[in-house]
C-alpha cells in the first residue's frame, strides 16, 4: 500500500468524550437569586425605565436587552492550587445576570461551587486577575512581591474585586467600560465609545480610551504609548485612538494585541511598567504659549475621575455626558487620516496636526469633561484667540495633581496592509501556542476569511525584546491551543478536525461517537460498489479483525466493512455530512490538554487530546532524541511517532516502548520487518494500524521462512525448555540458523529521516540507559532499552560500547547476533556529533575514580533528562572530593553539556536554580550537601530509588547531620535527615499563629469528672497534661484551684452560744459572710493569674464567665445564708470592682494566638446591667493580650460615650496596653479627652470622673513607654503636684492621680537617666525630689496655669507642696527614670534619713518606696542575702528598734519607738520588694531562702507582744510585700513552701485582715503559679514600670477603695509575663514528656559561663542570659538551640505554648516509663558491641524501635519457623543485620544490607544475570576505603560506624574467593579467550562479566593498545597497568595470563 494511502489514513483518536454543559448554569437555576430575575424579566421595558431612572435612557436600553435573552458567559482555566503544586481540575468562571459562579471540577472528580457573587446590577464581565501588591513599583522585583489573587466583576458603574483572602474592594468608574483585561500589573480598561458620539464644534484633544488599575485601591489612570515616528523620533501620549480595540491580551509575554479599525490591521505592543522620564513628557506644560487658555484645558480629567468617586455627577448621568459629547467620531477628524502610509504607527492620535505637548497637558484639570460646547481648545500652538475664547476664565478651577500614568505601550508589529479590497475584520480569537520544540506562534483567527494567521516570534538573546517573524496562513474556521502537548486544534471549513504543532500539520483528530465528516455519506454522492454496513449500528470492538488488510482504523465508531476499495474514491474529504445535523461547529474553553467542541446543534461535548507518551521510559527518550535533533527534524520525527502512537484503537500501555522502538527503528531506515528481536515484540493483541499494512505477509499459504522465523523466537526456546517438553520426550528440533544471506542482506534506508542522526540518537540514548541505572525502579525499562543500544552499537560498530553492555548484561547481550550491514559511503553521510566519545561514559565508573581519588574527565550531561546523573555528579563532588564550589553555579568542570548546537558560549539558563542559598553558615561538607539537596528538591524517596551503593555518600552525610542538626533548618532537610522531631518544629513553625496544631497537642480533652455538672469555677481549660508533668508527685494544683475558686458558696462556720437567740444569730453569721466576702472577692485577681492565657474560644460561643458568689452556706444544715436580707449593713457597690476583676480574670485565659474579631468582642456583650463591669473589666483583659486592636474604632466611641465608669476604664487601660510604646496618634487623642491637661485650656471643661482621668493618665504612660516624649513628660510632670481646684474638682482621691502621674511619667521617661534629650530645662528629677521631700511650690507654668490661679475652698495648702499627695508618685518616676543606671547621687536622695529629726518628717510608708526606688537605680547592687537586706536599715535605726526577732520592748525617753519600729519594717519590706524584682522569675536560690527567712520573722513578729508597737496593719502590710516579693522570685515554679505560705495567710480571716491584704496574698498565690506553670516574670525595664503599678505596696482597704492606688492597675503584670515553659513532646505519640536539657548561661560579672542540667518541663531562666540550649542523651535525639544565632527562634518555639518535639532514640525507654533507666539495661548491654549480639531475640526488638516496618520485618524475616535446614543460617544473619541497623540507629540501611548479601549468594550460585549489584557493592567497598571517609573517620573516632565493620569484610572475601574458584574451573581459559577477542563459551558468560567488573579489568581493545603482550616480568606489567588504572589484586589474577602461561592459577 502506498505511502499516500498512509499519509491519508493518520488519524488521531481523541479520548474520553463527555458532553459538556457549564456547571454555572445549573447551579444558577437553584440559585435563591433567580426568582426574582424572572420577576424582573417580565416588568415591561417602561416601568424598568422608570425604576432605574438614575441609570438614564442608555442604561434602561441595555437592561432591556439583557432581559429579552438572559446572556450566559463562562470561561475555563488549568486550576491553580494554593500552595503551586500540579493540579488536576478546571475552574470554570460563569456570568449570567446579577450572578458570577466559580466552581472546581474535573473528569474524575464532580464540579463544586468555590464561590457564587450576586451583585446589584447585571455583570457584564468576571475574570480572575492577580494583583500585584507591593512597596516599590520597580520593574524589577516584579517577582519577588506578594500576590493577591482575586475575581474581578464588571457592573456598569463599577468593578468589583474580591481576593482569595477574602477581601473585598469595589471601584467606582468614572466612565463606561466596554472591556476589562487581567495584565501582569493589575486591570486594563477600555472605555466604550459609542457610534453617535458627536464631536464639539471645533475639533479637540480626544479623550483617553485605555486606562489601568494596578490595585482596587489605586486610582484609574491613563495608559501612554511611546512608538517610533516618520524619522525614528518615538513620541509619548496618551492611548486616545477611539478606533483602536484590544482583541488580546497576554501576561506572560506581557503583550497586547489591537486591532485598528480604520486601517483593518492588526497590531502587536508591549505593555510595560511607565519609565519616569516619560510620566514627565506627558505631564509637562508646554512652554510657549502659556496663555490662560491653556492654563484652563489643563485643568482635567484627575477632578472628574475624583469628582465621580466622590459621587456628585455633572449633567444627569456621569456616562451618558462622557460618551455621548466627548469623544469623536472618525468621520470628522483632520483630513489626513485616511491618506496616512502604513508606516506611520496605527495610532490615529499620531497623525494629528497638534503637538504631543499641548495635546498632553490639556488632561489634567477639572473641566476636562463638561466643557460647554463654545468652549475652545488651543489645538496648535498659534491658536488664534477667538473672542469667546475669554469664557476660558470661568473654569480656571483650583489646579489638582495631574494623575499620573502607570503603564506603557511600545510598538512591537503590525501585520503586513493586504492588497485586496476585501473587508478586514477584527480577530476573533487570538492565542500563543507553542510547537513541539519549543518555538512559539502567536496565531489570530480572523473569521470572515476562515483565516488563521500564525507569526512565529523568539526573545531576542538578551531577553529584552521580541523579534517577530513572517505570517502564515491557515485556512480555518476555529481553532484552539493545546498546551499540554505544544499543539493547537484547527477547525477546518470542511468539518474536519486537524491538529497542528506550530505550522506542521499532525493528522486529524478522530473523534469516537461522533461521526467522522469524511466517511459519512450522502445519498447524492454515487455508492461505492461496496455493500455497506448500515451506519448506525456501531461495531463491537471486540470483534476478532479480518485479515490485516481490512483494517483501517479500529474505533468505536459506525465502520465502513471493507474500506479498503474506498480510499481511492477521490470524493472522500468533500461528502457532506449536513444531514446528521452534528458537525462541529466551534471550538472553546481549552484547558492543558482539554477541549470543548461546540455542534451545530447546540450542544457540547469536552474531548481530551491524547498525550505524546505515558510511559516514562518513552518520554524521557523522546525529550531525549528531541534535544540532540535540529528543530525542523525533531518536530517531523514527534509528529510521526505521535501518529503512530495515537492511531484510533492505539496500543496499550506495556506494548508503548514496543511501539516506539518500531517506529524509531524505521525512521533510522531499518527493515524492522527483517529484525527479529523486533519482530519478537509483542504488541498485545491489537496491531497498529500504521503497521499492520507493513506486516502483511506476500501470500497466504506462508512459506519456508515463516518456519524458521518461528524456531528462531523466543517462545521455541520457552517450550523447549518447558517441563511438559521433557515429560512428553520430544526431540529438540534442528534449528537451521537462519540463512547467511538473511543475515547479510539486512542494509538500512539511507533516505530515511533519521538515519544521518544516528550516532548522536544512539548516544543520547546511551545516557538514558546510563540516567535510568541511578533508578532503581526502572529495571524493566533498562533491559528494553540495552537491546536497542546494542543493536545500534552493533550496527555502528562500536566495539568499546557492545563490550561494555556485555558486561552489564552478559546474557542478553549474546542472544541476539543479527547485525544491518551500512555501507561505508553511508556511514559518511551519518553526522557525527562533537559531543560522541569512543568509550562509554558510564555513571558508575566515574563514581568509582571519584572514590579511588583517581581524576576523571566531565561527565556527559543532557539537560532536563539526565537529572540524577547531575544531582549523583555534583553531590559526589562536594562529599567525596570536598569541593565546595561544586554546588554553586560553575559545576562546568564535572559535567559537559550535550546540545545540538555546538556553542560553547551558550548556558543553560535554568542553571542558576542549583544555585546554593542558605543563609546560616554551614560548618561541614554533609551539611552543605543536604542543604543543597533540598534546595534542588531530592527527597527521601529519591533516596530510596537510589541503588544503595550510589546513595551511600548521600546516606553517610545524612548520618552525619542525624547526629548533630542546627535547629533552625527548614523543614525539608530535616525530613531527610529524618529527624522528625526537628521536621514537625519547623513546619509548626510555618504555620501562622494560632493555627498550629500544638494547641491541639497541649489543650487536655478531658472532660473534669464531676465538676461538668457543677457551676463552672474558670480553671477548668488549664492544661492538666503538662501541669501533672511538671508537678507529678503531689496535688498542689488542685490545691491551688480549690484556694483561687469564687463561683462557689463559702462555708461559713459560727458556733451559737447560749445567750445567744436566733436573731442575733443570724446577724453574727451574716457579719462572718461580710468577712469571708472579702476575701472571695479578692480571689478573681489571683485566678487571672492562674489561668492566664490557657485557653483558645470558640468564635461562635460567648466567653464562659465564672459568676462571683458572695453567698455563704452555713452548717449543720447547709442553709444559705445571704448578704442581701437586710439584717446588717453592707456597703454600697460593695461587689463592683470584684466583678470587675472577675471580668479579667475571664479574659485574661485567652491566648494571645486566638482568633478573634470585632464582632466576637461585641457579641460578648452581656444584656443584663449588672454585669457591665464584668464586661468592662473583659475588655481590659482583651487589651492585656492584644485583642482589643481589632475592635472597632466605631465601637470604641459607642462604649465611651456610654458614660459607663468601669467601661471607660477598663477600655482606656486596656486600648492604651495594646499600643504599647507606639506613639499612636488616635489613641493619644481618645486618652486626651479624659485628661483635662493634654486638652486646649479654651476648651469646655468635661466632666470626666476621677478614676477614669487616673486611668487614662497611665494609658498616656503605656502609650509613650519609653519614648521620653517632651511634651507629655512636661505635662506628667506638672499633674503629679496638681493643686486641688476652686470648686470640688480634684479634691477626693488625689492621692491616686498624683502616683498616676508619676508612674506615668516614669514610663514615659523610662530608664533614660541623665539623658533625656531636650528636657534639661525641665529639671524633671530637681522637681520630683522637690515633689519628694516637700518645700515652696513653684509658680506653675504653661498653658494651665489660668485654671490654678484661685485656690481650693475645700483644701487649704498654701503655698507648700503636700508631701503626702506627691511623694509616691515622684519616689517612683525617679526610680523609673534612673532604673538600672546605678546613679549615685540620684541614689543618695532616696537615702533613708539617718537622724530621729528627720525621720519624724517622712511617713514610715514613704521610706518603703525610698528603699525600692533606691535599689531599682542601683540594680547591680542588690544581693541576694539578708546582711545586704540589712544594710539598707540607717545606723540609728538598726541601733535602737526592735529587731523582728526579739520579744520584750527595750524603753527608751528621747527616741520615739514607734517610729523607728514602723520605719525599721518599712524598710525592709522595701529592700525585700527590690530583691523581688531584681531577681524575678529567676528561682533564684539564695535570694529565696533570704525573703523566705524574712517572711518567716514578720510572721513571728505578728504573734509577738511588741506587735503593737509597731502596728498590725504595718505589719500586714510588710508581710504581704515580702509574700509579694517571693512570689516573683518564684514565679511560675508553684513552689511548695511559698504554697504553704499563701494558704496560711488565705485561712486568716478575722481581726485585721481587710481587703487589701487578701488581694496581695492571692496576688502572691497567682503569681506563683502563673499561667498554670507556663509563664515566669521577665526583669526587662518595661516589665518592672508594669510590676510596679500592679504590685504598688499600699493595698485598698476595702473593696472600693481607690484613694491611693487605682485597683484596675493591678492586672498591668501581664505586660511583665512571658512565656519560659518548654515542653518537649515526642514526635511519636505526640504526647508531652520529659527530657534531659543542657543550659549554659553566658558569663556576666556575677559568674563564669556555666552549665546546668534542667529536666523539662522546666521554666527557662531569661533567655537572654543563656547562650545555648541542648536536648541532652543519651535517650532522645540531641538538639542544639544556639541562642548566639538569635533569640527568635527559641521565642516562637516558646510562643507557641513552648513545644520542642522530641524523639526517643533506639532502645531507649521514656523517662516516664523509665525513671532510673535501668528497664534499658539490654539496650546498654548490647550497643556496646559485645559477643551475644548474635543471641539477639527478634521479640527484643520492639524495646529499640516503634517503625511497623522493622516490627514486621523481624516477624517475618528473623522468627526460626518449623524445619528450617540450611534457612537458619540466614534467619541468624538477618536477625544480626537488623539488630546492627536498629541499635546504631539506621534502619535505612537494612535494605542495603540485604541487598548485598543476595547478590554474594547469587554469585556463588553463578546465577548472576546483570552485574547492576556488583557494581553496587564495589561503590560501598571503595567508599569505605575512600580517603574522605577515612580522614572523617580519624576526626570522629567515637562515632558509631557507619556499616558494620566485620560485615564488609566477609562480603568481600565472599565474593573474592567464589570468582577465584570459577577461574580455577575454567574460567581462566574462558578471561584468555575474552582478552584475545576470542568468542567465549557461553556457560561462562556471566561470571566472566562479573569478574571484569569487580577487578574492572580493561576491554580488550585498551590492552592492545597498552602492548602488554610482550612483556615478560610483572613488574613490566605493573608499569604497564599503572596508565590502566587497574588494581593490583585484580593483576596478580590476569599476569599468568599475560605472561603466557594460562594453567590454572594457585594463589
Known sequence: MSNIYEEKVTMIAAGDLQEFVPFGRDHCKHHPNALNLQLRQLQPASELWSSDGAAGLVGSLQEVTIHEKQKESWHLRKGVSDIGEEVEYDEELYVAGNMVIWSKGSKSQASAVYKAFTVDSPVLQALWCDFIISQDKSEKDDWSNEIEKCICILQGSCINVHSMEGKDYIASLPFQVANVWPTKYGLLFERSSSAHEVPPSPPREPLPTMFSMLHPLDEITPLVCKSGGLFGTSRVQYVADSAMKIVFLNTDPSIIMTYDAVQGLHSLWILRRVKPEEQNVVLKFSEQGGTPQHVATSSSLTAHLRSLSKGDSPVASPFQNYSSIHSQSRSTSSPSLHSRSPSISNMAALSRSHSPALGVHSFSGVQRFNFSSHNQSPKRQSVSHSPNSTSNDSFLAPEMEPIVPELCIDHLWTEAITNTREKNSPASKVFITSDLCGQKFLCFLVESQLQLRCVKFQESNDKTQLIFGSVTNLQAKDAAPVEKIDAMLVLEGNGNLVLYTGLVRVGKVFIPGLPVPSLTMSNTMPRPSTPLDSISTPKPLSKPLGSLDEVVLLSPVPELRDSSKLH?????????????????????????????????????????????????????????????????????????????????????????????????????????DRLAWIRNLDFEGSLSPVIAPKKARPSDTGSDEDWEY???????????????????????????????????????????????????????????????????????????????????????????????YYRDYPTLVRTSRQTCIIDQAQIGLMHHPSFFTPEPPSIYQWLSSCLKGEGALPYPYLSGVCERSKLIVLSVALYILGDERAVSNEASHYLSKVTSVPKKNQMDQNDNRFSFRHSTPVNSLAEKLVLWMTNVGFTLRDLESLPFGVALPIRDAIYHCREQPASDWPEAVCLLIGRQDLSKQACEGNLPKGKSSVAQVLSSDVPSGPEAEEEDDGMNDMNQEVMSLIWSEDLRVQEVRRLLQSAHPVRVNVVQMPEVNDHEYIEEKENRLLQLCQRTMALPLGRGMFTLFSYHPVPTEPLPVPKLNLTGRAPPRNTTVDLNSGNIDVPPNMACWASFHNGVAAGLKIAPASQIDSAWIVYNKPKNAELANEYAGFLMALGLNGHLTKLATLNIHDYLTKGHEMTSIGLLLGVAAAKLGTMDMSITRLLSIHIPALLPPTSTELDVPHNVQVAAVIGIGLV?????????????????????????????????????????????????????????????????YQYMVGGHRRFQAGMHREKHKSPSYQIKEGDTINVDVTCPGATLALAMIYLKTNNRSIADWLRAPDTMYLLDFVKPEFLLLRTLARCLILWDDILPNSKWVDSNVPQIIRENSISLNETEIPSSEDLNLETLAQAHVYIIAGAC?????????????????????????????????????????????????????????????GNLKVLQLCRFMHKKTGGEMNYGFHLAHHMALGLLFLGGGRYSLSTSNCSIAALLCALYPHFPVHSTDNRYHLQALRHLYVLAAEPRLLVPVDVDTNTPCYALLEVTYKGTQWYEETTEELMAPTLLPELHLLKQIKVKGPRYWELLIDLNKGVHHLKSILSKDGVLYVKLRAGQLSYKEDPMGWQSLLAQTVTHRNSEARAFKPEAISAFTSDPALLSFAEYFCKPTVNLGQKQEILDLFSSILYECVTQENPEMLPAYIAIDQAVRRLERREMSETFELWQIKLVLEFFSSRSHQERMQKIP????????????????????????WLQAGGDVCLHSYLSGQPTEESHLSMLACFLIYHSVPTPGQLSAGGLEGSMSFSELLLKFKQLKMPVRALLRLAPLLLGSPQSMVL
Open 1264 to 1328: 509613650y513607654q519609653g519614648t521620653a516624649h517632651r511634651h507629655t513628660a512636661e505635662v506628667l510632670l506638672a499633674e503629679i503636684g496638681r493643686p486641688p481646684g476652686p470648686e470640688m474638682e480634684y479634691c477626693t482621691d488625689r492621692e491616686s492621680y498624683s502616683l498616676a502621674a508619676g508612674l506615668a511619667l516614669g514610663m514615659v521617661c523610662l530608664g533614660h537617666g541623665s539623658n533625656l534629650i531636650g528636657m534639661s530645662d525641665l529639671n524633671v528629677p530637681e522637681q520630683l
Open 1838 to 1861: 567515637s562515632r558509631g560506624l557507619f556499616m558494620n565493620s566485620e560485615f564488609l569484610p566477609v562480603m568481600k572475601c565472599t565474593i573474592d574467593n567464589a570468582l577465584d574458584q
Open 1473 to 1533: 520588694l527590690s530583691l523581688g524584682f531584681r531577681f524575678a522569675g529567676s528561682e533564684n536560690l539564695a535570694a529565696f531562702n533570704c525573703l523566705y527567712k524574712f517572711a518567716k520573722d514578720f510572721m513571728k513578729c505578728l504573734s509577738a507582744p511588741t506587735a503593737s508597737v509597731t502596728g498590725h496593719y504595718n505589719l500586714e502590710t510588710c508581710l504581704s510585700v515580702v509574700l509579694l516579693s517571693l512570689a516573683m522570685v518564684m514565679a511560675g515554679s
Open 568 to 672: 481511492d474514491s477521490p470524493f472522500i474529504d468533500d461528502c457532506t455530512f449536513q444531514q446528521l445535523g452534528s458537525y462541529i461547529h466551534s471550538v472553546r474553553d481549552p484547558v492543558y490538554n482539554r477541549v470543548t467542541l461546540e455542534l451545530s446543534n447546540g450542544s457540547m461535548v469536552r474531548i481530551t487530546i491524547p498525550e505524546i507518551a505515558t510511559s516514562e521510559l518513552v518520554k524521557k527518550c523522546l525529550q531525549a532524541v528531541k534535544s540532540i535533533l535540529p528543530k525542523e527534524i525533531a518536530v517531523q520525527m514527534l509528529v510521526k511517532w505521535y501518529n503512530v502512537h495515537n492511531a484510533p484503537g492505539g496500543p496499550s500501555y506495556h506494548s508503548e516502548w514496543n511501539l516506539f522502538v518500531t517506529c524509531l527503528m524505521n525512521m533510522m531506515g531499518y527493515n524492522t
Open 710 to 804: 518461528l524456531l528462531n523466537s523466543d517462545y521455541h526456546q520457552n517450550v523447549e525448555s518447558h517441563l511438559l517438553t521433557r515429560a512428553l520426550h520430544l526431540n529438540p528440533l534442528e534449528v537451521s540458523p537462519m540463512k547467511e544471506d538473511v543475515l547479510h542482506n539486512l542494509t538500512l534506508d539511507s533516505s530515511t529521516l533519521l538515519f544521518t542522526h544516528i550516532p548522536a540518537i544512539f548516544f543520547v540514548l546511551h545516557l538514558v540507559y546510563e540516567e535510568l541505572k541511578l533508578n532503581s525502579l526502572m529495571g524493566e525499562g533498562i533491559r528494553s532499552l540495552v537491546v536497542l543500544l546494542v543493536q545500534l552499537a552493533r550496527d555502528l560498530q562500536l566495539e568499546p560500547y557492545l563490550d561494555y
